[in-house]
């Protein structure tokens, strides 16, 4: 036995030494779990739960995270976490609850609705605060966020950063999991100083941050912002949405559109890079009746003023429609239908938020065709400079079995810019 | 017996503002005379009958009336006469002054009182319901064909044509159901199947109308209020029409005035449902009826036209 582990005890000895010096690839990755170990125990002192509270229940409504981020107790978290408190303010409080159990009151100092930040300010919290960072980011960099998704619990996630999102409004993408109920935790470098807000869900393990830089021009804002006598923040909402949709418009107006084809329909296309364009149809067969092709293009990133009222949709939907089988009478009643029923707004406006739509319906000369078309607006009901827009039109085919559809909408415009937007969408619109 | 019956008659006199009626009865009087004047058989007192009004005679067919040179005239049959004669028969009656005359024969006889026979006074309003679901299953099979005529892969036309075809039968038959207890209970004949067909024919048309009239109308038609107001125009009084046409059908003519009041109403009823207020509605409604034929546009707007246009949808809350 002892023989035999002589002659054996070299090859272990060397595979051994072999095994150690393999390791340093996999030496890393126990350090990365360090990092990460390190990073949530250096910063948990300032990372909390922020939670809504039913004034006359006593319990949460609905919980976000946010982190400290200055000398003076300034909590940093998402304009959506304490929407609702901005909203009924006789109804909900809020308040910030620490993982070993600390917790207080917060009230709301400074907003941010377009890039959906909020600062809050708390007392009796901790003394330590996240350093936010100014340094530029590189694709693939290692970042990690924090946050209590679904209240389950402090929690970290590594992820990467993955360059900007195409979108009106800057925002990061984040490769790692966000969930709900970390909106406004930190999300930091690996020297622990933040880089962004966790803000939304993009996909499957996609997250959108706010970057850090929104945060720092907030805190130099802070002491401009006074809300209403009654506490009301309307009115600053509605100049940062102003502004902001002031901008967009701008830039659609400005940029140069390229037109493509629809059938015999020549419609606008890249009117700006943050839309997204999606486009398929059907041919005649048992299930359908009609051939149809469809176009849309509508931006994803809208501002969110509370949890019923999401405004900053730009979108167009543009089809045709030829029929063989179909009668004529059978036809214009499918026409009919299509032209009723339009596609691009979004239903979940409340009675709070906005009037309904006025509509008018209207023959207009377009391309070589004559056109009816309805033209709609809203108005908000807190931001009376404010309106839902939407344009819903057919050319008039007379007793032919085909036609087309165009429908334009755009949201939260001043009605001068949404005019000039229309007529821009008009004009390049054609006949081939 | 019977001649010296059929010599004798009654005149009932309806003395003006006076609740109850007085009865004269007259044997083998050849003319009866009617006035102020205390000489006359029938002494009135009113201050628009003339001292010697009018004679009544009786003959074989009736009563014979003669005006003689009245001041204001007798009124026979809604005509008023002077130094003329005209026939009353049995039970009718005329006017002088304000004054209401009636004649009776000797053989005149009151109707029978209402009994409760039901076998007998149901059996012709059940008559009429069984000619009102034929009408209705007609209808019905009018749709049908029609359904086939222009039939569509996609059964949405139908849809309409049956669901409004269905309205308009169902509405027929009630309004007919109703009219037949009306009748009854106001102890008249019941309505000849001709009247009811002819009102049943006017149905038919009023919904034809609706189907396919009324889209080109809506086709110019601007926004959602002038569009509530056209239909309720148009059904208001459509439905008023038809209804009152069923219920005189059984008198045999439409009261105009009673019309023209319903249209005026309806109008009045139209103005105001158009302005009702609706459930908040997140989504957008336009009046969107397109038509299959190749239609004039009266104000065809160019694209600047359109946009200073439009302006009027904002601010219609402020």
Not at chain 1, 11 to 20: E, G, N, R, T, Y
Not at chain 1, 194 to 223: C, Y
Request: charged share 25%; proline share 4%.
């Amino acid at each position: 036995m002892c023989g035999i582990s002589r002659f054996v005890y070299f090859p272990v000895l060397f595979i051994f030494f072999l095994v150690q010096m393999s390791f340093p690839a996999y030496a890393g990755k126990e350090d990365m779990s360090v990092d990460a170990a390190h990073i949530y125990e250096k910063s948990l002192p300032a990372v909390f739960q922020i939670r809504i509270i039913n004034k006359n229940s006593g319990e949460k409504r609905s919980c976000g995270s946010g982190f400290l981020v200055s000398e003076d107790k300034l909590f940093v978290t998402n304009y959506h976490v304490v929407s609702e408190v901005i909203k009924q303010p006789e109804k909900y409080r809020i308040e910030y609850l620490h993982e070993n159990g600390e917790k207080g009151l917060l009230s709301i100092k400074a907003i941010d609705v377009v890039n959906d930040l909020a600062l809050l300010k708390g007392e009796g919290a901790a003394d330590f605060y996240l350093k936010l960072s100014d340094k530029k980011l590189q694709k693939g960099q290692r970042l990690y966020s924090l946050g209590n998704p679904h209240d389950l619990g402090m929690m970290i996630v590594e992820g990467g950063y993955n360059g900007p999102r195409k979108t009106f409004y800057e925002k990061m993408l984040f490769s790692g999991t966000l969930n709900p109920g970390v909106s406004g935790g930190p999300t930091v470098n690996e020297k622990g100083e933040v880089v962004g807000v966790n803000a939304q869900i993009e996909a499957d393990a996609i997250g959108g941050l706010v970057p850090a830089h929104f945060v720092k021009s907030l805190l130099k804002n802070v002491e401009l912002q006074k809300p209403g006598e009654d506490g009301a923040w309307n009115k600053i909402i509605e100049a940062q949405l102003r502004d902001s949709q002031e901008r967009i418009a701008k830039k659609l107006i400005t940029n140069e559109w390229k037109q493509q084809k629809l059938g015999e329909l020549v419609i606008p296309k890249d009117i700006d890079p943050t839309l997204q364009c999606w486009s398929g149809g059907f041919s005649e067969d048992e299930k359908h009746s009609r051939n149809s092709d469809w176009l849309f293009c509508r931006n994803f990133d809208t501002i969110s003023i509370n949890h019923s009222f999401r405004t900053g949709r730009i979108g167009y939907h543009f089809s045709n429609f030829s029929s063989e089988r179909l009668s004529k009478i059978g036809f214009i009643k499918h026409y009919n239908d299509t032209f009723s029923t339009s596609k691009e707004y979004n239903r979940d406006r409340e009675k709070s938020d906005a009037y309904p739509y006025h509509c008018e319906t209207s023959f207009l000369k377009l391309a070589k065709w004559n056109w009816k078309v309805a033209f709609c607006a809203r108005q908000y009901k807190n931001m009376p400079d404010l309106y839902d827009t939407y344009i819903g039109a057919v050319p008039l085919m007379g007793g032919e079995k085909d036609g087309y559809r165009m429908e334009i909408n755009l949201q939260g415009f001043t009605r001068e810019r949404a005019m000039e937007l229309y007529r821009k969408f008009l004009t390049h619109v054609d006949q081939k | 017996m019977s001649t010296r019956n059929n010599r004798r008659y009654v005149i009932e006199v309806f003395l003006p503002d006076v609740q109850t009626s007085q009865h004269y009865t007259f044997e083998e009087k050849d003319v009866v005379t009617v006035g102020r004047a205390y000489g006359s058989d029938i002494v009135l007192r009113d201050d628009f009958v003339s001292l010697e009004h009018m004679q009544i005679r009786q003959d074989a067919e009736g009563f014979c009336v003669r005006d003689i040179s009245s001041l204001n005239g007798t009124i026979v049959h809604k005509k008023r006469i002077k130094n003329e004669d005209a026939f009353l028969k049995s039970g009718q009656e005329c006017q002088l002054g304000r004054t209401r005359l009636r004649v009776y024969s000797a053989d005149h006889a009151l109707e029978d009182p209402l009994t409760l026979n039901w076998g007998t006074k149901l059996q012709p309003l059940l008559n009429n319901m069984f000619v009102a679901i034929f009408l209705f299953m007609a209808v019905i099979i009018a749709g049908v064909f029609y359904g086939w005529l222009i039939s569509d892969p996609d059964k949405y036309l139908e849809e309409d044509i049956y669901g409004s075809l269905f309205m308009t039968g169902g509405v027929f038959s009630v309004v007919l159901f109703a009219c037949s207890i009306n009748a009854h209970t106001h102890r008249k004949r019941v309505f000849s199947p001709l009247r009811v067909s002819i009102a049943a024919i006017i149905f038919l048309v009023v919904s034809s109308i609706v189907l396919f009239v009324v889209p080109y109308l809506h086709f110019y038609v601007p926004d959602m209020f002038t569009k509530r107001m056209l239909d309720c125009i148009l059904i208001i009084p459509g439905t008023i029409m038809i209804g009152m046409f069923c219920c005189y059908i059984n008198e045999g003519r439409l009261r105009l005035k009673t019309i023209i009041q319903f249209f005026f109403l309806s109008l009045i009823l139209a103005f105001f449902s158009g302005r009702l207020p609706t459930d908040y509605d997140p989504v957008p409604r336009y009046s969107s009826i397109l038509v299959a034929a190749d239609m004039p546009v009266p104000n065809l707007l160019s694209i600047d036209e359109f946009l200073t246009h439009s302006q009027g949808v904002f601010n219609k809350d402020r």
